[in-house]
């Protein structure tokens, strides 16, 4: 059990590392191959960041274990909102930034929707994984869109771009593919020790995947919106975390509907996806709400990490009732 843990968290530490090299070899490839800044922007950075999670969906799905992969995208989007927003906006409370009212918050809307589509016939499977690919190709042209029309990015993404390193066109592809082989080995051991720590503990895949597996691959989340919080940047942090779970909806759930299509239990339905849907309600309650302040105070942080404490509580009573 111990190694398995161990494992786990050199795993997520090199998974963080391999996706911060393949993000900066990755743009600044294309930078020296003369593609726009917007194309970046959209691509390398918007769906690149998301690197973890796509390639510990891959490597599950593969495994014959989508069931992880699912779960780690439902998980994921629960503990953005709940522990990496709720937490830092107790340490500072949190504005939406006006491109994330009127674009990212809406788009996030359409996503959740549509994989609460996909999912109600109690089935992930090819089609659905095409339907959620054919949002995620939405989303990048209306992103593509706005800045071409003079219009900016998120500003997450424009604090990204802003921060990525120049580099030759020999160096840049070096860490491309240094962090594109971290990424590949730390996803393949992450599976494996998440499916030995299910075997060891008698837990099914996809409730590692909400929970372990979910909070792992999260902590990128937290550290980039904590720093930003912290570099009094607080607009972006939010940008951020939405801009995640539509891209964990879009892009790592369609992974294994793709690759492993599976049956979906009416559990995971109505308790997991329901929790995934009602923090992410919260969120367009304090967005929109009758009365908000456009912006998550301390008080509705600590509600949003209340939430998720008394879900994942939920999750180990039933599970050992």
């Given at each position: 059990?111990?190694?398995a843990?161990?494992?786990?968290?050199?795993?997520?530490?090199?998974?963080?590392?391999?996706?911060?090299?393949?993000?900066?070899?990755?743009?600044?490839?294309?930078?020296?191959?003369?593609?726009?800044?917007?194309?970046?922007?959209?691509?390398?950075?918007?769906?690149?960041?998301?690197?973890?999670?796509?390639?510990?969906?891959?490597?599950?799905?593969?495994?014959?274990?989508?069931?992880l992969?699912?779960?780690?995208?439902?998980?994921?989007?629960?503990?953005?909102?709940?522990?990496v927003?709720?937490?830092?906006?107790?340490?500072?409370?949190?504005?939406?930034?006006?491109?994330?009212?009127?674009?990212?918050?809406?788009?996030?809307?359409?996503a959740?929707?549509?994989?609460?589509?996909?999912?109600?016939?109690?089935?992930?499977?090819?089609?659905?994984?095409?339907?959620?690919?054919?949002?995620?190709?939405?989303?990048?042209?209306?992103?593509a869109?706005?800045?071409?029309?003079?219009?900016?990015?998120?500003?997450?993404?424009?604090?990204?771009?802003?921060?990525?390193?120049?580099?030759?066109?020999?160096r840049?592809?070096?860490?491309?593919?240094?962090?594109?082989?971290?990424?590949?080995?730390?996803?393949?051991?992450?599976?494996?020790?998440?499916v030995?720590?299910?075997?060891?503990?008698?837990?099914?895949e996809?409730?590692?995947?909400?929970?372990?597996?979910?909070?792992?691959?999260?902590?990128?989340?937290?550290?980039?919106?904590?720093a930003?919080?912290?570099?009094?940047?607080?607009?972006?942090?939010?940008?951020?975390?939405?801009?995640?779970?539509?891209?964990?909806?879009?892009?790592?759930?369609?992974?294994?509907?793709?690759?492993?299509?599976?049956?979906?239990?009416?559990?995971?339905?109505?308790?997991?996806?329901?929790?995934?849907?009602?923090?992410?309600?919260?969120?367009?309650?304090?967005?929109?709400g009758p009365?908000?302040?456009?912006?998550?105070?301390?008080?509705?942080?600590?509600?949003?990490?209340?939430?998720?404490?008394?879900?994942?509580?939920?999750?180990?009573?039933?599970?050992?009732?």
């Amino acid at each position: 059990m111990w190694l398995a843990i161990l494992t786990l968290i050199i795993g997520f530490i090199a998974l963080v590392w391999g996706a911060d090299r393949f993000v900066s070899g990755a743009a600044a490839t294309a930078r020296n191959l003369g593609v726009s800044k917007i194309v970046i922007g959209v691509t390398a950075v918007s769906v690149g960041t998301s690197a973890p999670e796509i390639l510990v969906a891959l490597d599950a799905s593969l495994r014959g274990t989508p069931q992880l992969a699912i779960g780690n995208a439902i998980g994921s989007n629960t503990c953005n909102i709940g522990i990496v927003l709720g937490i830092t906006a107790m340490m500072r409370p949190l504005p939406f930034a006006g491109t994330v009212l009127k674009g990212e918050v809406p788009w996030m809307i359409g996503a959740t929707l549509l994989a609460l589509i996909v999912l109600l016939n109690g089935r992930l499977g090819f089609g659905d994984g095409l339907l959620l690919l054919a949002g995620l190709g939405f989303v990048m042209y209306r992103l593509a869109s706005r800045g071409r029309a003079g219009g900016e990015l998120p500003e997450g993404i424009e604090e990204e771009l802003a921060e990525l390193p120049e580099m030759g066109a020999l160096r840049s592809v070096f860490w491309l593919l240094v962090g594109l082989v971290v990424l590949l080995v730390a996803a393949d051991k992450i599976v494996e020790a998440a499916v030995e720590v299910a075997e060891l503990l008698h837990v099914d895949e996809f409730t590692i995947g909400l929970t372990i597996v979910a909070v792992g691959t999260s902590l990128p989340e937290l550290a980039a919106t904590l720093a930003a919080a912290i570099k009094g940047q607080p607009d972006i942090a939010i940008g951020n975390i939405v801009g995640s779970n539509i891209i964990n909806i879009l892009a790592v759930m369609a992974v294994p509907a793709l690759v492993a299509p599976s049956d979906i239990a009416p559990i995971a339905l109505w308790r997991d996806f329901g929790m995934m849907l009602a923090m992410s309600t919260l969120l367009v309650l304090f967005a929109y709400g009758p009365g908000s302040r456009k912006l998550i105070t301390r008080f509705e942080g600590a509600v949003l990490v209340c939430a998720w404490i008394g879900y994942t509580s939920l999750l180990y009573l039933q599970r050992h009732a």
